[in-house]
């Protein structure tokens, strides 16, 4: 980051952060690479551009929490909430169907890398964690996937040159690896078909 005389950042910089963790507040992971190469044309440096990451983590934390408290207060009054509650406890119950019963640290991590933090948090409520430690788990899997897509943008963008190619290219293999995988993969414990018997 730029500083002045005095070792304080400038307001460029400032401006250049804030503008950087807006880009990583969107939903979705195409901030992410946008948000790295922004923070490279800004002249921030990796390390508080992680921290810019870390903080937008913290924020959605904040955001999140409530709003899943709020439904599962809903859910007790309304038919509707209710319906949209057992449909996410069933979807929880799927993504962690290959991690077994017993969801412990790694796997809890392991769960918001794969997905997100939001899926991460809730399935930490379902293990049993509360605010803090089920937050830690899932902003710990979110820093690690947002750690392999900044290293894979900034590598990818100086072999390029080109930040919009580089974005379209990130945001391309994000959606499309895990796709691939899973259908690499096949249905985990799929039954055999009956003829096969």
Request: proline fraction near 6%; include cysteine.
């Amino acid at each position: 980051m730029m500083a002045d005389n005095l070792g304080l950042p400038t307001l460029f910089a400032l401006k250049g952060a804030w503008q950087v963790l807006t880009l990583f507040l969107i939903p979705i992971g195409g901030g992410i690479p946008a948000g790295v190469l922004l923070a490279q044309s800004k002249g921030i440096a990796w390390l508080p551009t992680t921290f810019l990451y870390l903080v937008s983590d913290v924020i959605l934390a904040c955001i999140f929490e409530p709003l899943i408290l709020l439904a599962a207060a809903g859910s007790k009054r309304s038919p509707l909430l209710a319906k949209m509650k057992e449909a996410f406890r069933k979807s929880i119950e799927k993504t962690t169907e290959l991690y077994g019963s017993k969801l412990g640290p790694l796997a809890l991590i392991g769960i918001s890398f794969g997905v997100d933090p939001m899926t991460g948090r809730a399935v930490a409520i379902a293990a049993g964690h509360g605010f803090v430690t089920g937050w830690m788990f899932a902003i710990a899997g979110d820093m690690l996937y947002f750690g392999i897509l900044m290293v894979s943008t900034l590598w990818l963008h100086e072999v390029l040159g080109d930040g919009t190619v580089t974005t379209l290219i990130i945001l391309a293999l994000m959606m499309g690896v895990p796709a691939v995988i899973k259908r690499v993969r096949g249905k985990p414990n799929a039954p055999l078909p009956k003829e096969s018997i």
